[in-house]
């Protein structure tokens, strides 16, 4: 039963002009209408942030909401994903939280998850850094160019990003073809810390030492028929124990079951007014792009709290070159060029290059030379010049894939100019 006065703020922002409006924007009450009825968000991940999304999506008016996460409850996610109960433990994390949404939002209905093409906007509360880049190659996927290389907006699928690591996070807004996707800002993410082998060997100097040494030296020394799965608890105890023992060894205080868990799992300490402060701007942002109540975010936001509360907002730009989300690489070739030629000038390209390490090309939905199977059908295109493999009258991009790429890296073709000469 529909609480009476439940949209009421939600009517004030969609039914009213205001300064601050984004282009286009026009109130009335069919853009509610539309918000619970026709739009779709799709929600990735339902942890400690993906709770917070879900609920704070729910009492925004988004009616149809789904949400993904292979993950299963552990009585470990109980403080902080407020969605969960004791007596969830070992349940999809997605089926119970779409329910609990759906007992305090009635008008909010689950959906089967067919095609991302049918969600108007995705967003991410991911812990992991190459789900969130599977997921903005996907977001990409479907970006395509005119012949100007200007996007076509029909086939921009946008996606709200929002991460939090203890008293940090950020919200950010990717547009593909529009503003920058995780490709073209890897370098926002800073690497995993990884120790030294002769430090965990020889001289450990922490309680993280001891229980990498476990994990990573004994137990393949100890147990080599046993695949680590850091979800059995009966591993998790082992590589514990023989941590504290490396410990006492060295005399080391600090090692822990909960520390355990810590550094094999790399859990970073989850802060429940980060994950909500962040949610917020993450569900504000997926308001405005949807209904354009407001102008929005440019383009990524950083949150810190350890000392007060302190937000920075930087309009980070495109990377023109990305091998994701640009239309494609422009790269100079002569139309006798073989096709070999061209992947080894590729493979020897100083920025192209270190993305590449065994490619496989497309054009379109013709394989000129893909590895694996269907090696031996294709093996006889290399040796033939690109004019007979593509319509050089064309806008020509071709499609290189490889096991270094998450997704497709897209190269445009240029034909006239020197061989391997690139056009930024």
């Keep these: 039963m529909e609480l009476e006065g439940r949209w009421r ?12 409006v984004g282009p286009g924007f026009e109130p009335g009450q069919e853009i509610r209408e539309f918000l619970q ?5 799709l929600v990735v991940g339902a942890g400690g942030l993906g709770c917070e999304l879900l609920k704070d999506l729910a009492l925004s008016g988004f009616g149809n909401i789904d949400v993904i996460d292979m993950d299963t409850i552990d009585v470990s996610n109980l403080n902080r994903q407020f969605l969960f109960r004791m007596g969830d433990v070992g ?3 997605a089926e119970v939280a779409s329910a609990r949404i759906m007992e305090r939002i009635p008008g909010v209905t689950e959906k089967p998850l067919d095609f991302y093409e049918q969600f108007h906007v995705i967003v991410l509360g991911l812990d992991s850094l190459e789900a969130r880049r599977y997921m903005n190659s996907v977001a990409c996927s479907f970006l395509e160019y005119d012949e100007d290389g200007q996007p076509d907006l029909s086939t921009v699928k946008p996606m709200v990003d929002g991460g939090t690591e203890g008293f940090k996070g950020h919200a950010r807004v990717l547009i593909p073809g529009v503003t920058p996707c995780f490709e073209c800002t890897l370098w926002l993410f800073p690497p995993q810390t990884k120790f030294p082998l002769c430090t965990l060997a020889e001289t450990p100097r922490s309680p993280a030492h001891c229980i ?7 137990w393949p020394k100890e147990r080599p028929d046993d695949t680590f799965d850091a979800d059995c608890e009966e591993h998790m105890k082992w590589v514990y124990s023989k941590a504290l023992a490396r410990a006492a060894e060295f005399g080391i205080q600090g090692v822990t079951y909960q520390l355990t868990q810590g550094v094999v799992k790399n859990i970073i300490p989850a ?24 102008t929005g975010l440019n383009n990524y936001m950083m949150y810190v709290g350890t000392d007060g509360v302190y937000t920075l907002t930087t309009p980070y730009e495109r990377d023109d070159k990305c091998p994701i989300c640009s239309p494609g690489v422009s790269y100079a070739v002569q139309p006798t060029t073989t096709l070999r ?12 290059g270190k993305h590449l390490s065994a490619p496989s090309v497309s054009y379109g939905s013709t394989n000129l030379y893909m590895r694996g199977a269907l090696e031996a059908q294709t093996r006889a295109n290399l040796d033939k010049p690109i004019s007979e493999l593509v319509d050089t009258s064309d806008n020509v991009v071709l499609h290189i894939n490889d096991k270094r790429l998450v997704s497709a890296m897209k190269i445009r073709l240029k034909f006239g100019g020197s061989n391997g000469s690139m056009e930024t």
């Design 9 to 20: 703020d939600l009517d004030y922002l969609l039914t009213r002009q205001g300064n601050v």
């Design 37 to 41: 009825d026709g739009c779709r968000v």
């Design 212 to 218: 990498e040494y476990a994990k990573i030296i004994l």
């Design 271 to 294: 802060i429940a007014s980060t994950n909500a402060i962040v949610a917020a701007q993450c569900t504000l942002e997926a308001l405005k792009m949807v209904t354009m109540c407001s």
């Design 91 to 93: 349940k999809s994390k």
């Design 341 to 352: 030629q061209l992947i080894d000038g590729l493979m020897e390209d100083p920025d192209l």
